[in-house]
């Protein structure tokens, strides 16, 4: 997909279908990561460290409970 930027104010705004929002999900409140390798702007969701942590810990949680269940599930 090429894109360009749109004259918004002083500045260029880079416009995204609502479609990838979606699947991103992404809301107009999600805070955004912009960053770059050098060459390329990546803008992702900014990942929360505290849901983060607490999904782990979940995991982590699940695993150790039904190990066994899972293993015979998977096998």
């Known amino acids: 997909m090429i894109k360009r930027l749109t004259l918004h104010g002083n500045s260029l705004a880079l416009i995204i279908?609502?479609?990838i929002l979606e699947l991103l999900h992404i809301t107009k409140d999600t805070p955004?990561?912009?960053?770059?390798?050098g060459r390329n702007l990546i803008i992702s969701p900014n990942q929360d460290e505290k849901k983060e942590k607490k999904l782990k810990a979940a995991?982590?949680?699940m695993n150790q409970r039904h190990?066994?269940?899972?293993?015979?599930l998977a096998g």
Do not use: G, V, W
């Not at 190990?67 to 015979?72: D, G, M």
């Open 32 to 37: 955004l990561k912009i960053s770059t390798d």
């Open 67 to 72: 190990s066994k269940t899972l293993r015979a």
């Open 17 to 19: 279908e609502k479609a």
């Open 59 to 61: 995991l982590a949680k």
